[in-house]
């Protein structure tokens, strides 16, 4: 399970955080976990759903 995500300071790099607190970017962590952060960590903040 993914434990977050940030951007670098470019604002167009994304970092995944894996639960050992790894950063890596996306494609790397579907390489090292076998599955896509972003539909997860999506519906962990909204992913601006609404009621």
Not at 11 to 18: I, S
Request: hydrophobic share 25%; proline share 4%; glycine share 10%.
């Amino acid at each position: 399970m993914p434990t977050g995500e940030r951007l670098l300071a470019d604002q167009a790099t994304k970092l995944h955080v894996d639960e050992s607190m790894q950063e890596m970017k996306r494609e790397d962590y579907i390489k090292r976990h076998g599955f896509d952060t972003e539909p997860v960590m999506q519906q962990s903040t909204g992913g601006g759903r609404t009621r």
